[in-house]
């Protein structure tokens, strides 16, 4: 029964969202989408983009218009808050770090990194975020707004989610170096991938001159760096430490009986 479900979805999927099917190759972003006049328009012509906020701008009763990418806002506090994202001024700069923030909220949620402290509680679950944001996220999966998948028990908030979530079903990696033959189920991780070829390292430390080709190495070096925070914790005590040798040396030394224990009674099992 299993099976045939799995079949049928998986025709579906297809159908639906075959990589065959995006044909049009975007030269300007390195994508391939369904229709390109639409992709173009939508992500790569100004002036369409706000052509399009001045009829949400109507729609919605925002007054206040970003004059740069079209973008409107309710009040002028909020659109020049946004203004900051293509000026670069970061007038809110952390007490324990370095790290500067363009509004006063994004700060506030920073500082959480360095006190730990997570004040939005889900009403649900009882589960702690750091920011609201996040927690409206979360909370989407229990109120019933979040799209369940039909193979397994998981929820998904958001339509692209779901879709990358069916390739650990389908198996499917539809984006392929054309290097080394890899194969990827996102593609923005076959873009950062082809910076091991290029030598490319796009994502700089705004603390330091290093430079990573992947977004999430440079937030790890930041944060073991710059915040010295330590994500790696011993199940058998409070040690803390954010190096894998560190963490394996401490267990070596202090908790040597312990983890043979362990194992015999994985072996036993």
Not at 3 to 15: E, G, P, Q
Not at 238 to 264: D, P, Y
Request: contains cysteine; aromatic residues 10%; hydrophobic residues 25%.
């Amino acid at each position: 029964m299993y099976v045939s479900m799995l079949a049928r979805f998986v025709d579906k999927f297809h159908r639906l969202y075959s990589y065959d099917g995006l044909k049009n190759f975007c030269k300007l972003c390195d994508k391939r989408v369904r229709s390109l006049d639409v992709h173009y328009k939508t992500y790569h012509d100004p002036a369409f983009s706000l052509e399009k906020s001045k009829k949400r701008k109507t729609e919605n009763g925002n007054p206040y218009l970003c004059s740069t990418c079209g973008k409107a806002y309710k009040s002028k506090f909020t659109l020049t808050v946004h203004m900051r994202n293509h000026t670069g001024i970061k007038p809110f700069k952390c007490k324990v770090c370095d790290m500067k923030m363009a509004s006063r909220t994004h700060m506030k949620n920073h500082e959480r990194v360095h006190t730990g402290e997570k004040p939005f509680i889900c009403s649900y679950c009882g589960k702690r975020f750091r920011t609201k944001s996040t927690l409206n996220y979360h909370v989407q999966i229990h109120t019933g707004k979040s799209t369940p998948c039909s193979l397994c028990p998981k929820r998904f908030a958001r339509p692209i989610e779901m879709r990358v979530h069916m390739f650990s079903h389908t198996g499917e990696r539809p984006y392929k170096c054309d290097e080394c033959g890899q194969t990827f189920t996102q593609h923005c991780h076959l873009v950062q991938h082809r910076h091991k070829h290029t030598g490319e390292r796009p994502y700089k430390c705004e603390f330091c001159e290093k430079a990573y080709p992947h977004p999430h190495t440079l937030r790890k070096h930041v944060k073991i760096v710059h915040l010295g925070e330590k994500f790696l914790k011993c199940r058998l005590c409070s040690f803390e430490c954010n190096q894998w040798i560190h963490l394996k040396r401490h267990k070596e030394t202090n908790h040597n009986m312990e983890i043979a224990t362990e194992n015999q009674e994985v072996d036993s099992s």
